[in-house]
């Protein structure tokens, strides 16, 4: 990496250390990461830090349609001067050396729409479930293969949750899942895969009343490539969720006051929302299958399709567009929100049946 590229922004400290962040990346559990103390040169970091956007309630809107606890800004270059300085270093060819040579993976693509990146500030109350991300970026069908982030927050305590957590199995309970905890803190660079079973989140960041004007900032980059290896690619899906385990305090002999009856309340209220998301991904699913197969001609066998023959031209587009459509079909029903989704179907059937 040049001097160009580095003077100010990269502490030096990071350079020398390549080898040994490669080794820390490559033996990381439960999957692939590495940890990155000051990252930044400090001057430089305390310019993103004053530079960072102010809270917009416009860049809150959760999945739900409301006004959430999390404010994102993907127009990074519009921050100030340190934050177009940054994006020029995170597309340079000697950063993406850089992040090639700790990772191990080759060939690494620059996002220049930061989907789903850019500046994430999470205010008090706010939490993220453990996920997997996305597996194609929207707009170019690349392989998105890390994430990076660096924290930007001047003060954080553990006990006020928050923390960066990767998990083994979050379907697990908690006293059999592998969890991994990551603090927060300033100047703080985290690097990890993304795959099936990069399963991250944070709790819910519960703030003392004397600092309830904190919150938890970072800048969030993902770098994608054009190609994966079969062993690791799989059918395209959207961010996956899992809902959180109850917590530890329940258990048998609590008397419920207020507070678990509002958290139960809570839980059950989150549940409820993604449910309806899953059911609408369901409606979408079944129309646009519904509409493929309404395009293959009604005296089609779609089981039994002949091999395309030396016919006319007419004839042969046709079999390659039936062959097209079967195609997606079969995509959209292997889909992983479509086999998540599987139970919840067979349950509305059965609720149905049972209706009449």
């Known amino acids: ?32 990461h590495v940890v990155i103390d000051q990252f930044f040169t400090a001057d430089f970091c305390a ?33 100030g001067a340190a934050y177009r300085q940054l994006d020029e270093l995170v597309q340079s060819a000697s950063f993406l050396n850089l992040i090639e040579t700790v990772t191990g993976i080759d060939d690494l693509r620059y996002d220049p729409y930061y989907f789903g990146g850019g500046t994430h500030e999470n205010r008090h109350g706010q939490d993220l479930d453990p996920h997997v991300d996305f597996n ?7 392989h ?6 660096v924290y930007l927050n001047e003060q954080w305590d553990d006990a006020w949750g928050g923390a960066l957590q990767f998990h083994r199995d979050p379907y697990l309970s908690p006293e059999q899942d592998e969890i991994i905890t990551v603090s927060p803190l300033m100047n703080r660079c985290v690097i990890f895969e993304t ?30 490539t054009d190609s994966r290896p079969p062993r690791e690619t799989a059918e395209e899906h959207s961010t996956v969720y899992v809902e959180r385990h109850l917590p530890s305090t329940y258990r048998p002999g609590l008397t419920l006051d207020a507070a678990h009856v509002q958290e139960l309340k809570t839980l059950l209220a989150r549940r409820d929302q993604h449910l309806k998301r899953l059911y609408r ?9 519904n509409r493929l197969k309404d395009q293959l001609p009604q005296d089609t066998d779609p089981q039994a399709m002949p091999a395309a023959s030396s016919g006319s031209a007419a004839g042969v587009a046709d079999e390659r567009m039936i062959r097209k459509l079967q195609a997606r ?28």
């Open 329 to 356: 079909i079969h995509e959209l029903e292997h889909s992983t929100s479509w086999r998540i989704t599987a139970p919840l179907r067979r349950i509305r059937l059965w609720l149905r049946a049972r209706a009449g």
């Open 195 to 224: 795959n099936e079973y990069s399963w991250h989140g944070f709790e819910r960041i519960n703030l003392p009343p004397e600092q309830q004007s904190l919150s938890r900032k970072s800048f969030a980059l993902y770098y994608y």
């Open 144 to 149: 998105r293969r890390l994430n990076l982030i």
């Open 136 to 142: 194609y970026h929207p707009f170019t069908r690349q």
């Open 1 to 32: 990496m040049s001097a160009l590229d580095t003077a100010g922004v990269i502490d030096a400290r990071v350079l020398q250390r390549q080898q040994e962040l490669q080794q820390s990346f490559a033996s990381a559990q439960p999957f692939r």
């Open 47 to 79: 310019r993103l830090v004053q530079q960072f956007p102010r809270f917009d309630e416009r860049r809150a809107v959760n999945e739900n349609g409301e006004v959430g606890g999390k404010a994102t800004q993907e127009k990074v270059t519009g921050l």
């Open 281 to 289: 991904n369901i409606h979408h699913l079944y129309g646009e299958v």
